[in-house]
């Protein structure tokens, strides 16, 4: 046996004493997480048991070790480590938790616990929900908090075998589970180890009857499937006043169980009825500029294409030559699309001249690319598509990038078709192909200067073994923080993608998008320290902070509505920084973007570095917010900062489409969007 110890990763800078802003107006908010009343004084002792000879099935380590009881005593054991009686360490309250789980009946998939006697069918879709709950327990600020939000699984209701039936197989053995297999021929489902499970000692194949087996999840054909994901959102996206009746509904049926009360009880625990509250802050309302008419947003309305109606852009681009491609049932579409374009334009301040009209009578990838070979040396492409086909748009969008080496428009025919939304329509469009050639839409005041901020994502091609990784670097290189320069290159592994990180970045403020929890040490440690080499390569010293923006977190913020009492999304502009935050990050949550239906989630913001900035928390938290108003394919505030979003946009689209470096020619425009 052997004894273990979870570290905390610190993070946060030496200098920070207090993270805590100052500016806007306050507002009390409620959050998805129950305090621990009592804390018990614990030594708490891990070991590591292994089972000889080998046991791989947990419900039989369980019951294996359970005959032992009356040596051992109280403990808890998962699987593979066991704890007894002392020492405070997160392990043990996550596997505590996933106990008091199973006494409710609940059923692991995966890493969470789901309902099954909660389903809900869909058979029009043929389709099931399991309501479950996900959690997660450790030391915040002041004390030990407990996190507990509502997820749902989706699974299918038909199984695998319906779509391998006409296959023939080995006979199945059906013994070891004692249920009966109709179809001694179908083929089995073939599972191999991952890297995971190698290390926990599982070295064979695992063979699945299809019969047996149901999908999980959504599938891309689903998704696009309208109807189908209005129904399912019907189930699955609550309101705040639902989940937080949903949470208040659990914590009661967790907490009054007998079994989780004598358990809690024996290890000295209890938890709070009611969710923790936090003093939070509305920040300012933004002033934004578009040409010569200046406003400000206080998140009353979701946009602000009212305000903006008939007002020039900022900064136009002149279109020039270009064309536009269309199948021939969609040429009224077409029509419409120039007549609007043309009409909208002058408004916006931009010079759109009339386009070649080429007309194609199929709509396949081939029939565009054959097209677009008549108009080498244009300056822009639009495409009118009767559907969302993936394979045209790959293959037009890596035709128009590498082969022509223009910005490219692809525009849903059924879009057009909306009489009353026409204009409104063509306008955001214009503006995106303003935006895609090097103009800009507005901009928002930005006190600072001689600043650079650089965002950085990551897409990972999935669906084959040894599919790359396309890491992309996006830098604003003007004072308002409004024009990008991007570069995107090819990864086979992560230090390959740390240098290409850090030769593109010169930067003061360097803002990446999505890093885990367990990847914090590996970014500190390895593409911070690239980054400080590069700017010592070049004689450089420059003010530099490093944040990491999470968006995919599963805290909650709720506000109290003003005339109901009921919880409510809080406002955009609201920043969380105490009580739900971490000791030893330089950390916030920030609600930007304005949310009508479902709960609005904070986005994480965590400072690793902050060297020489004069940046204080207010102006951090500031800055982040500027910048969620910089995205010029939406007219309001957006989740994450521009840049960071403008990286997504580049790794993802080089990692789906184009699947090459882009040209030079296009590092300086906004052609991704």
């Known amino acids: 046996m052997s004894e273990t110890e ?34 018990p004084d614990w030594c708490l002792c891990a070991y590591h048991v292994s089972f000889n000879p080998e046991e791989t099935r947990t419900p039989v380590k369980k019951l294996l070790l359970r005959q032992h009881c009356g040596v051992l005593g109280h403990y808890i054991f998962d699987g593979a480590q066991m704890f007894l009686s002392h020492k405070l360490i997160r392990d043990i309250f996550s596997i505590l938790l996933r106990r008091c789980y199973e006494y409710l009946g609940l059923t692991k998939i995966g890493k969470h616990y789901y309902d099954a006697k909660r389903e809900i069918q869909n058979p029009k879709h043929q389709v099931a929900i399991w309501p479950g709950q996900i959690s997660s327990i450790r030391q915040h600020e002041h004390q030990i908090l407990l996190m507990t939000d509502v997820i749902h699984k989706f699974l299918r209701l038909d199984t695998v075998y319906t779509l391998l039936r006409r296959l023939h197989t080995t006979h199945p053995n059906n013994l070891e589970y004692q249920v009966t297999v109709r179809d001694p021929h179908q083929p089995l489902l073939l599972s191999r180890p991952r890297k995971r499970d190698q290390r926990r000692g599982q070295k064979g194949n695992i063979y699945l009857i299809p019969e047996l087996c149901v999908a999980t999840g959504v599938s891309q054909a689903m998704r696009s499937d309208p109807r189908l994901m209005q129904d399912l959102a019907a189930s699955t996206r609550l309101g705040p006043d639902q989940r937080v009746q949903a949470l208040t509904k659990f914590n009661t049926t967790l907490f009054t169980n007998e079994k989780v009360k004598t358990e809690l009880d024996q290890w000295g625990l209890s938890f709070s009825q009611e969710l923790a509250q936090v003093r939070g802050r509305i920040l300012p309302g933004e ?71 080429e007309m194609v009578q199929g709509d396949g990838p081939q029939d565009y690319i054959k097209a677009l070979g008549k108009h080498m040396g244009v300056g822009l ?44 329509i063509v306008t955001r469009v214009a503006i995106q192909i303003n935006c895609k050639l090097g103009g800009e839409a507005w901009s928002v005041q930005m006190p600072l200067r001689n600043t650079m901020v650089v965002g950085y994502d990551a897409y990972h091609e999935g669906g084959r073994r040894g599919g790359a990784s396309w890491g992309a670097v996006v830098a604003s290189y003007n004072q308002n923080l409004t024009r990008y320069f991007g570069q995107v290159t090819r990864h086979a592994s992560h230090q390959e993608l ?20 367990g990847q914090l040490n590996y970014v500190r440690d390895t593409e911070v320290a690239a980054i400080r080499e590069c700017f010592a390569a070049f004689n450089f010293n420059p003010g530099f902070s490093f944040v990491v923006v999470s968006k995919r977190i599963h805290s909650r913020l709720f506000a109290e509505g003003a005339t109901t009492g009921r919880p409510v999304n ?35 913001y965590n400072i690793l570095v902050d060297h020489n900035t004069n940046l204080d928390p207010d102006r951090h938290q500031r800055l982040a917010y500027k910048l969620s108003f910089l995205y010029y394919n939406w007219m ?21 489409a184009i699947h090459d470096s882009p040209p030079p020619s296009l590092a300086d425009k906004l052609w991704y969007l």
């Open 6 to 39: 979870e570290q905390v990763v610190w993070t946060r800078p030496q200098h920070i004493i207090t993270k805590k802003g100052t500016s806007g107006q306050g507002i009390l908010l409620r959050t998805n997480y129950y305090p621990v009343r009592a804390r």
């Open 287 to 357: 002033v934004l500029t578009q040409a010569h008419h200046s406003f400000t947003y206080t998140g009353s309305d979701g946009d602000w294409a009212r305000e903006v109606k008939d007002v020039p852009l900022s900064v136009c681009r002149e279109v020039g030559r270009w064309v536009l491609v269309f199948p021939s049932r969609q040429r009224k579409e077409a029509e419409e699309l120039v007549a609007g374009l043309r009409k909208v334009t002058p408004t916006l301040g931009m010079v759109m001249p009339q386009p070649a009209m």
């Open 381 to 424: 492409v639009v495409c009118v598509v009767p559907n969302s086909r993936l394979d045209r748009y790959v293959a037009v969008k890596r035709h128009v990038c590498m082969v022509m080496a223009a910005p490219s428009q692809m525009v849903l025919a059924k879009s057009l078709q909306h009489k009353g939304r026409l204009l409104a």
């Open 498 to 517: 740390a240098n290409n990180f850090s030769a593109a970045v010169t930067s003061k403020e360097e803002r990446e998008d999505g890093v885990g929890d």
């Open 570 to 604: 809080p406002p955009p502009g609201t920043v969380c920084d105490d009580v739900i935050t971490l000791p030893e990050r330089y950390d916030f949550f920030l609600v930007s973007q304005r949310v009508t239906e479902g709960t609005v989630t904070p986005t994480s």
């Open 636 to 656: 309001g505030p957006v989740r994450v900062p521009a840049p960071c979003l403008y990286a997504h946009k580049l790794a993802s689209i080089t990692g789906q």
